[in-house]
């Protein structure tokens, strides 16, 4: 199964590398005040939104590449990069690697306005998380919360030009391999991160080979171009559908790959098995990450439960209540419901995933994804 939010582990270390190559030299990293668990000082947040997470943004970019220079990336070379064939948005971002609680992790150093668009959807939306940003709390990934031993509630020693007492604010998944937290560009520069240490580039469609090229042609030998979007086909057991029912019914999918694909066929013919495979890795990750939502959503696919009680059917010889978590109920009552809203149609699919999810940027998304899929499975 191709999975596109996924990198192989060479992937994930290279963009990890790009982060550590341009952390604060130890010469900065020396300027440690006295009182290093001092409160920190008011960092200002997104001018004329002080403490407000702001909507949701109505269209998301993937980071498809990340380019990073030494010394950071000028302003010819974004300007370059931006006016490459292909490309649809670039963002340029603050970064390095520093010392947090005690351990080191890579840090980016962002605009919370303008990074909102390149996160994945559930961040994207949770107010939670950009209202921490913006008050220059450190927001972090799950797993870097566990390496480092930070809990909701407290502030801890943060290292790098200088060490200040910086408050632990949400938990969220990040589109940047390899990164570990974000704060605002206010608590950048306090720190010392380094400033434009790399651009994120969006370029959907394009022969990412091919671009990865013309971008390090612009920023120079000095400089690396990390592929965050490689693809992996995997084999149909290093994807395995994997639900709480002890002995699934005869014949039921073992794998999304298949899962996606007969689900499809059998609840929905004349859609594409790739628009159900978009929605699961957008919503989910493929099973990877089931919720509940900041809105309450859960499963798979995502449903809210009161949608579920309506469209939750038991799918592939399942018996007994339909189980939103359950990827065997989830995968076809999803595609029960999109079928009901006109997917079958190339004429009213849009709709009908704009009716799953009530957003244009999640339709542009999902359509993108699914051409993505299809072109890397061909007659499939």
Request: hydrophobic share 45%; net charge neutral.
């Amino acid at each position: 199964m191709l999975r596109r939010a996924v990198l192989s582990a060479a992937g994930t270390a290279a963009a990890a590398a790009c982060v550590v190559a341009f952390a604060a030299p130890p010469s900065q990293a020396s300027i440690i005040p006295s009182a290093a668990h001092a409160a920190p000082p008011p960092v200002a947040g997104i001018p004329g939104s002080p403490g407000s997470a702001g909507a949701p943004p109505r269209q998301l970019f993937v980071p498809d590449l990340m380019a990073a220079v030494p010394g950071g990336i000028t302003a010819a070379q974004l300007a370059k990069v931006r006016k490459l064939a292909d490309v649809l948005a670039v963002l340029p971002v603050d970064g390095g690697r520093i010392t947090v609680n005690g351990s080191s992790a890579n840090v980016l150093g962002v605009s919370p306005q303008a990074f909102r668009s390149w996160t994945p959807p559930m961040t994207a939306a949770s107010a939670a998380v950009w209202s921490d940003l913006t008050k220059g709390r450190l927001v972090t990934t799950r797993a870097a919360a566990r390496k480092l031993h930070l809990a909701d509630g407290h502030a801890y020693p943060v290292s790098a030009a200088i060490t200040a007492a910086v408050p632990f604010g949400t938990q969220a998944a990040l589109s940047v391999p390899g990164a570990d937290a974000i704060v605002d560009k206010a608590r950048s520069a306090q720190l010392g991160l380094a400033k434009n240490f790399a651009v994120l580039i969006n370029a959907p469609g394009a022969d990412l080979g091919a671009l990865k090229a013309k971008v390090q042609s612009v920023i120079g030998t000095r400089g690396q171009v990390v592929n965050l979007v490689p693809y992996i086909k995997e084999t149909p057991g290093e994807l395995p559908v994997v639900t709480d029912v002890p002995t699934p019914a005869a014949g039921a999918p073992a794998n999304y790959l298949l899962l996606y694909q007969e689900s499809a066929k059998a609840y929905c013919p004349g859609m594409s098995w790739t628009v159900l495979a978009a929605i699961g890795e957008i919503e989910s990750g493929n099973g990877a990450n089931d919720g509940p939502s900041s809105a309450g959503a859960l499963g798979p696919m995502q449903f809210m439960p009161a949608t579920w009680a309506v469209w939750g059917i038991d799918g592939f010889g399942q018996t007994g209540p339909p189980n939103i978590m359950n990827p065997l109920d989830a995968v076809p009552s999803a595609a029960r419901m999109l079928c009901a809203d006109g997917a079958a149609s190339p004429a009213t699919l849009s709709q009908a995933i704009f009716d799953y999810n009530h957003a244009t940027w999640y339709v542009n998304e999902v359509l993108a994804l699914a051409s993505e899929y299809a072109r890397n499975y061909p007659g499939v």
